[in-house]
């Protein structure tokens, strides 16, 4: 079965970047679509964006909350996912997991923090 590791993860200021990466442990090649959640203290994990493979190109989505400063991709090449997170806010501090999307394979989680 596939395995999932995030990094990236970190303290930032409001306003500031991260990265976050997701290897997987084996081709995820064949999967149409993988996904970014987010769960912060004492909430339900919830959705942040999703990415789908199209014939020519991918498909991305974003809840509300993150369209406009986050950006998902992937590298099939290298069985990797990627979320770009730009202008971060206090709100955005949450634990993120990757996941083969309807899937139940996710990551362990990596902790994204963002204060002055």
């Known amino acids: 079965q596939v395995q999932l590791v995030e990094s990236g993860g970190g303290e930032a200021q409001p306003g500031g970047s991260l990265r976050l990466v997701c290897a997987a442990s084996?081709?995820?090649?064949?999967?149409?679509?993988m996904a970014w959640y987010r769960q912060a203290p004492g909430k339900q994990r919830e959705l942040v964006a999703t990415?789908?493979?199209?014939?020519?190109?991918?498909?991305?989505n974003y809840t509300n909350f993150v369209k406009g400063r986050f950006t998902i991709s992937r590298d099939y090449a290298r069985n990797t996912l990627f979320l770009q997170m730009n202008d971060l806010k206090p709100e955005d501090t949450a634990v993120y997991y990757c996941?083969?999307?309807?899937?139940?394979?996710w990551g362990q989680g990596t902790q994204v923090t963002v204060s002055s």
């Open positions: 990415i789908t493979r199209g014939d020519d190109s991918n498909y991305s």
């Open positions: 084996g081709s995820i090649f064949s999967v149409q679509t």
């Open positions: 996941n083969i999307f309807g899937s139940t394979i």
